[in-house]
């Protein structure tokens, strides 16, 4: 088998293609963490469902169409990121690389089904249905905005159990999982403000709050896809085991 050196404090010899595998592994969950952030623009397309009169109205549709495509996209990407990192982090602790890999899926679940309440719009607008599905109408937009709660509160989740298995294994330099442990906290306490309806300077702050969190996994992101994992802790890793056989 061929083998390459990477020389930290020892000489240590790890099979090139397990180097090959982990950064195939950092380079796609990189490039599918980027991909999650399509979901920004997303919003600004459902303008018109938010129209009080887009059940009698005439539409458009595809601007809607075209956002729930691309939400879509974004779940997909989520689960993505979950199974190309599985195989590195579940050597850290596989109770945790499971619980990321079910909160990530989880996550676009709640997607998936905020999209099928507007495509349900799209629908009834397009068959006819008329002034008596207004109220129906608005149903389904107020279930899209509380199915956005599994995106305000999961990736909460997320940045715990990735952040402590990236941070144990020193598999990115610690100062992006501590990132994503800053955001937590903030992240949940904007979600229970965004429950309980509060306004004013307290909601404006925890608004602010969800900042880390967006830093964390964009950060994560970009270093992944430029940087790959440290070939130090992969090796450390390749040593563990071997020692463990």
Known sequence: MKTVTYTDDRNTEVPQTTMARSRIASLAAGVLYLITFLAIPAFAFYAPVRDPNYMVGPGPDN???????????????????????????KRQGEAFALGFVGARTLEAATIFAGVVCLMTMVTLRQSGAGAQATVTGQALSAMYDWFHLGQDLIPAVN???????????????????????????????????????????????????????????????????IKGFNPTAITAEFDNMESSR
């Open 63 to 89: 601007p809607v169409i075209f956002g729930g495509i691309l939400e879509i996209i974004v779940a997909l990407a989520g689960i993505g990121t979950a199974v190309a990192l599985y195989p590195v982090v």
């Open 159 to 225: 940045a715990v159990l990735l952040g402590s298995l990236l941070y144990r294994a020193r598999l990115v330099p610690r100062v992006l999982p501590l990132l994503g442990f800053i955001g937590a906290p903030l992240l949940v306490a904007n979600t229970i403000v965004l429950m309980f309806g509060i306004s004013g300077p307290l909601s404006t702050l925890t608004t602010l709050g969800v900042l880390p969190i967006a830093v964390w996994e964009f950060s994560l992101g970009v270093w992944l896809v």
